[in-house]
């Protein structure tokens, strides 16, 4: 069994060495646009994006709550030239999987493509 585990250990780190592979909760460099005083620029911020881990039974029962990533954002301030105001936009600063509250949140499940790093899995 320890073979097992090295030989398993050793093909998980050829498949996804970098941290480029990781799809686990956690943030990511975006760029949005904001707008003040009639004027669009773009800023560089964070967000919160990923995966998190959840067992779904085939059984029926007590069905676990659904986890999402989500993050402790703080807000920072973009100066537009001509503007009097400085513009808010959100930063993430740590991001973590938490209960899908359904008042702030869609909590609907994902049906879009998941990326991967195996090149034998890739569409």
């Avoid at 250990?9 to 760029?31: E, H, N």
């Avoid at 967000?47 to 402790?72: A, I, L, P, V, W």
């Avoid at 513009?87 to 359904?102: E, R």
Wanted: charged share 20%.
């Amino acid at each position: 069994q320890r073979v097992q585990l090295v030989v398993m250990a050793a093909v998980l780190a050829m498949v996804c060495p970098g941290k480029g592979c990781s799809i686990d909760c956690r943030p990511i460099l975006t760029t949005i646009s904001v707008k003040g005083c009639g004027i669009t620029e773009l800023v560089n911020t964070t967000e919160c994006t990923g995966h998190c881990f959840m067992t779904d039974h085939s059984y029926q029962g007590n069905r676990q709550q659904q986890k999402t990533c989500n993050g402790d954002w703080t807000y920072m301030f973009k100066r537009i030239d001509g503007c009097p105001e400085e513009v808010p936009y959100p930063v993430a600063m740590k991001c973590n999987c938490a209960v899908c509250d359904l008042k702030t949140m869609d909590c609907g499940r994902f049906v879009e493509t998941i990326p991967t790093c195996d090149p034998l899995l890739k569409e």
